[in-house]
């Protein structure tokens, strides 16, 4: 089951018990903004975040602070589908991403690997 567009959804860490990325809070909320392709055939799902996070992740292999408002969360298995909760690969954008996958727009940071996400009611 896909996200519904204007779901609400939150994520969290990874393995790490206080990620960095999160800023000090044990997760992030958001509302489901869209679908885009994503690196596998299953679509990405673009989050407009409640409040904007602040960040240093990686982008073309160079760290990097960002401030942004949107997530993009890529599934990380070519044949795993999106759920009401799972794990996911997270990356944070300034602006909102294009309708495209990842190789071919403007990317954001890449934030985390293993990051959990539940689809709220």
Same mark, same amino acid.
Do not use: F
């Given at each position: 089951?896909?996200?519904?567009? %204007?779901?609400?959804?939150?994520?969290?860490?990874? $393995?790490?018990?206080?990620?960095? =990325?999160?800023?000090?809070?044990? /997760? +992030?909320? %958001?509302?489901?903004?869209? *679908?885009?392709?994503? #690196?596998?055939?299953? @679509?990405?799902?673009?989050? &407009? *975040?409640? /409040?904007?996070?602040?960040?240093?992740?990686?982008?073309?292999?160079?760290?990097?602070?960002?401030?942004?408002? $949107?997530?993009?969360?890529?599934?990380? $298995? &070519?044949? #795993? #589908? =999106?759920?009401?909760?799972?794990?996911?690969?997270?990356? *944070?954008?300034?602006? /909102?991403?294009?309708?495209?996958?990842?190789?071919?727009?403007?990317?954001?940071? =890449?934030?985390?690997?293993?990051?959990? $996400?539940? +689809?709220? @009611?």
């Amino acid at each position: 089951m896909e996200p519904e567009v %204007g779901a609400h959804i939150s994520i969290g860490g990874g $393995y790490d018990v206080d990620p960095e =990325w999160l800023g000090g809070h044990s /997760e +992030v909320t %958001g509302t489901v903004l869209k *679908l885009i392709p994503g #690196q596998n055939a299953t @679509p990405a799902c673009v989050i &407009r *975040l409640d /409040e904007a996070l602040t960040a240093t992740g990686d982008i073309n292999g160079s760290r990097t602070i960002v401030t942004g408002s $949107y997530l993009v969360l890529e599934l990380r $298995y &070519r044949a #795993q #589908q =999106w759920e009401s909760t799972g794990t996911v690969h997270v990356e *944070l954008c300034e602006s /909102e991403p294009e309708d495209a996958a990842w190789p071919n727009r403007p990317s954001g940071v =890449w934030v985390e690997s293993h990051a959990t $996400y539940t +689809v709220r @009611p």
